[in-house]
């Protein structure tokens, strides 16, 4: 591997541009509802397993898995000396340069630490795996099982997801971008990548500000890392139980009402939690996904509540610092709500909290049923206060400051439109929002928004969690051009119909394996009927997910689809969605309910009409044509 300069965990503080007070982020924890029944699928929970329960919390437990959505109590702290000393040992030790498994804690683990024990992942990448791998050809991989999972399984550490059930033998790569920034150089080279593919290969926007890009074939693989290297990107830890993509503000440093600058303290995590490119071993053996934010807007367009951490703004004793939030997480048998850890870090903790939080997770999280492996649930073991207790211990102090009153987003904040042309804190300067219609961009998109980035602005693209793409910094004597161009008119709008503005879809079953049903192209379809029948005064927020993995995040819409098998009406099995109502992003944040269950997909329109027109004051056209 390329070496790399030494990596330092200093960082000067960064100052907000407000100061203004409020009380702190309420949060709740939800259960999340799954797809349905005729689905088929094991997380059911019978009726007759719940009547079989012995107490009240072996209800509670079972409950959290059936299919409706109902609320938990979150992290609530277990009676005094209810965990036990021998509970907190690290079930995790040092090897070699590689965190392992205990043998005394191997018993009844799950098939994905059996493969991470016979090799670790990182391995591919430190020990130039990869090279050997890339080299082999399908047939001969095939051939044996530990060369099976090393495509199928640990080169997700790597970004690399092998497509086997849609793309045999070509992969997702997903890639590092903190904050969502992004240059020209880098989106052209993608672009470059997935050209090669033809047909194949295209790139997504993600709901992590984040690229993807599919139709990679294995051999290529060794010499894209070294073009990504090239141009600054890294895939690297960005699939599996890793750090997920760091999301931060993606107005930061343009926003004229922005709290902090959140670019530095996004890089920073993504440095460390990378070992600069260089792969961190020490938190790559974690015992599921985890996801990070740090928050710069009164709009929380990063939407903390969803994160396993999550950095507030706060001001305390005159310093600049952040309150944390932790535990928040999507998967099908259970969502929850980020809640506080009531602990307040200065700008210099950053990285340290973020590193004992992670080593506390890392450490005593059980490692059997992996729907019972996200952090929220070793929370929910050790109650809030006995996390909280295991974090501070793993700080450089072994002390975690109390959380601070003084919050700095504004509670009442209407979370804004960052489409069409908005003045940013550079004089003479703007961005402008572009609508990426489900996050879907092919070779020939992307050379056109690096060459516009690069006419009209400074070279740099801003990615959304909403799927869509800013131009920051483009002079404001370049704009009427800009908004001229073929591809804002015909492709990417910076004013897009309501209906299409919070339109947000996952890959669907087009090229995921998990998918239950296809998603981009019928969200897109399903809108665009919707929006000729009913008139919307203010958007809604729509999002489709192809399974109970939640990659859409359907329970933080207006209103959301999951998919699941449903019954059409002579019986049949059929491409269906469950339907959920009332998710909310922004300070008043809350998980969406199950609405409606297994409706078919070809019966959605008229049930997404009538939710509109019910519940959001949508207007029928018809009616809307006579009135005039």
């Known amino acids: 591997m390329v070496a790399h300069p030494p990596f330092s965990l200093s960082l000067s503080n960064s100052l907000p541009s407000s100061t203004t ?113 890339g080299k082999m050809s399908l047939e001969d991989i095939e051939k044996s099982k530990h060369t099976k999972d090393d495509i199928d399984v640990r080169l997700k550490w790597l970004g690399l997801f092998h497509r086997r059930k849609h793309q045999y033998g070509r992969f997702m790569m997903r890639l590092k971008l903190p904050n969502g920034v992004t240059t020209s150089a880098q989106t052209r080279y993608l672009a470059s990548v997935i050209r090669k593919y033809g047909k194949e290969g295209c790139a997504d926007v993600t709901t992590r500000q984040n690229w993807q890009i599919r139709g990679v074939v294995l051999p290529d693989v060794p010499e894209i890392l070294k073009g990504l290297e090239e141009v600054g990107l890294t895939s690297l830890q960005s699939g599996m139980d890793n750090v997920r993509n ?103 903790d950053v990285i340290p909290v973020c590193k004992a939080v992670l080593e506390a997770y890392r450490d005593l999280s059980t490692r059997g049923n992996r729907q019972k492996t996200r952090m929220m649930w070793l929370i929910d073991e050790l109650g809030i206060g006995g996390f909280r207790s295991e974090v501070a211990k793993r700080m450089p102090t072994q002390v975690l400051e109390r959380a601070s009153p003084e919050d700095l987003i504004h509670k009442q904040w209407e979370r804004r439109n960052y489409f069409g042309v908005h003045p940013q804190k550079q004089e003479g300067l703007s961005y402008v929002g572009l609508h990426i219609p489900v996050g879907r961009v092919q070779a020939d998109d992307m050379d056109e928004l690096a060459r516009l980035a690069d006419e009209y602005g400074s070279g740099e693209l801003r990615i959304t969690v909403e799927q869509n793409i800013i131009i920051p910094n483009v002079k404001n004597s370049k704009v009427e051009a800009l908004l001229k161009e073929s591809l804002l008119k015909d492709k990417f709008s910076p004013e897009p119909p309501l209906l299409m503005k919070g339109l947000v879809a996952c890959t669907g079953n087009q090229f995921c394996g998990q998918a239950i049903i296809e998603t981009k192209a019928r969200a897109l379809k399903v809108t665009e009927e919707v929006i000729r029948q009913v008139s919307v005064t203010k958007p809604v927020r729509m999002h489709w997910t192809g399974c109970p993995n939640s990659c859409g995040q359907v329970q933080v819409a207006d209103i959301g689809f999951m998919g699941c098998m449903a019954r059409d009406e002579n019986g049949k099995p059929c491409e269906g969605v469950d339907i959920f109502l009332g998710g909310r992003v922004g300070y008043d944040s809350h998980l969406g309910n199950l609405y409606k269950k297994a409706v078919p997909c070809k019966d959605v329109v008229p049930i997404v009409v009538d939710i509109l027109v019910n519940k959001f004051g949508a207007v029928l056209r018809e009616w809307e044509d006579e009135e005039q």
């Open 21 to 133: 007070t409020t009380t702190t982020t309420r949060t709740h924890n939800m259960a999340c509802s799954s797809s349905s029944s005729s689905s088929a699928l094991a997380f059911k929970i019978s009726a007759t397993s719940l009547r079989s329960s012995q107490t009240k919390s072996a209800a509670i437990q079972r409950l959290r898995v059936r299919a409706a959505s109902q609320v938990q109590t979150a992290a609530a702290a277990p009676p005094a000396g209810a965990v036990d000393v021998a509970r907190l040992e690290p079930r995790v030790e040092e090897r070699d340069g590689y965190w392992v498994l205990k043998e005394k804690y191997r018993e009844g683990i799950n098939p994905t630490e059996k493969i991470k024990i016979e090799k670790d992942p990182m391995k591919l990448f430190i020990e130039d795996g990869i090279d050997e791998l």
């Open 246 to 348: 760091p999301v931060g503000n993606p107005l930061a440093g343009i926003d004229p009402h922005e709290i902090v600058d959140t670019r530095p303290y996004t890089n920073l995590l993504s440095h460390y939690i990378t070992a600069n490119s260089r792969g961190n071993a020490a938190i790559t053996n974690l015992p599921r996904k985890w996801n990070v934010c740090v928050v710069g807007s009164h709009d929380l367009f990063e939407h903390p509540h969803i994160n396993d951490l999550a950095y507030m703004p706060a001001m305390k004793d005159g310093k600049f610092g952040f309150n944390l939030l932790v535990g928040g997480f999507f998967s099908t048998k259970r969502c929850a709500e980020a809640i506080p850890l009531d602990a307040w870090v200065t700008t210099d």
